[in-house]
């Protein structure tokens, strides 16, 4: 499953940048590791673009470490693959692929 989430250009950068391994999120879905997350940037008005897959490796969910009813995701980038060809990223300096949407 593909879960397309909102995110802020300061935490989407620092995902993109491959410094931020992680998601602190709402547990409002069916998250399970093996699914994957995809980081749209947006503004507070609009989507700017810009995009970043991820995988769900781990979630945290133990209330002694987050917040009742949030969870803490863990990332691995992915590259998106569009039937059986590499999507080109835009092109960046980045640790993580960044495509358009």
Request: net charge neutral.
């Amino acid at each position: 499953m593909i879960h397309a989430l909102k995110t802020e250009p300061v935490h989407f950068e620092a995902s993109a940048a491959g410094v931020k391994g992680f998601e602190v999120r709402k547990n409002d879905r069916p998250y399970s590791p093996g699914d994957y997350v995809a980081l749209n940037e947006w503004n507070g008005e609009c989507y700017t673009g810009k995009c970043t897959l991820h995988k769900i490796v781990y979630i945290l969910s133990d209330t002694e470490y987050c917040k009742e009813g949030y969870v803490i995701l863990g990332l691995e980038p992915c590259t998106i693959r569009t039937w059986g060809e590499i999507q080109k990223p835009i092109p960046s300096n980045r640790g993580v692929p960044i495509y358009e949407r």
